[in-house]
Nanobody, 121 residues
Framework: QMQLVENGGGAVQAGGSLRLSCTTS????????MGWFRQAPGKEREWVAS????????DYADSTKGRFTISRDSATNTGYLQMNDVNAEDTAVYYC??????????????WGRGTQVTVSS
């Protein structure tokens, strides 16, 4: 089993920044991909970004490319999502997940409980 816990959500003004973290425990993470997803009220869960834990390669959704940065600290088994220049469309519950990678939530087996991000204008 693997446990993931997100932190760092909260309220932020449009144009501001926020950093989310995802701490993992349980099974070793090195063979997995960490993905960040978000879900806004009334919308489907949306892939945001992902990072290959072993190689550090990253991938971003078009809506977040250039504004968000995903990273990881292998020593502490913690992943991060740095969110810059946020806007109202970024308001959602953000989830971190572990799996084989890709853009579909079905490719991720382990999920955190989520952290709320609210962007105000």
């Amino acid at each position: 089993q693997m446990q993931l816990v997100e932190n760092g959500g909260g309220a932020v003004q449009a144009g501001g920044s926020l950093r989310l973290s995802c701490t993992t425990s349980g099974r070793p993470f090195i063979s997995h991909v960490m993905g960040w997803f978000r879900q806004a009220p009334g919308k489907e869960r949306e892939w945001v970004a992902s990072i290959n834990w072993r190689f550090g390669s990253t991938d971003y959704a078009d809506s977040t490319k250039g504004r968000f940065t995903i990273s990881r600290d292998s020593a502490t088994n913690t992943g991060y999502l740095q969110m810059n220049d946020v806007n109202a469309e970024d308001t959602a519950v953000y989830y971190c997940a572990a799996g084989v990678g890709g853009h579909s939530s079905r490719r991720y087996n382990y999920w955190g409980r989520g952290t709320q991000v609210t962007v105000s204008s």
